[in-house]
């Protein structure tokens, strides 16, 4: 099995990891009731309403 014969750099070793450590923002959907963003497969915080049922009460 070939071995390396030199240790890579610092920099050698980040620029190739550098692909895997950034941040990716959420993705998110839109509710159908009241249109404000969300994130997916969660009762929307704005009306409480999850897949077309209402499910939390808002008291405003």
Partial sequence: MPVPKRRHSHARSRKRRANH?????????????????????????????????QVLRIVE
């Fill in 21 to 53: 450590d950034k941040m990716t923002p959420p993705n998110l959907s839109w509710c159908d009731h009241c249109g404000t963003p969300k994130l997916p497969h969660r009762v929307c915080q704005e009306c409480g309403r999850y897949r077309g049922r």
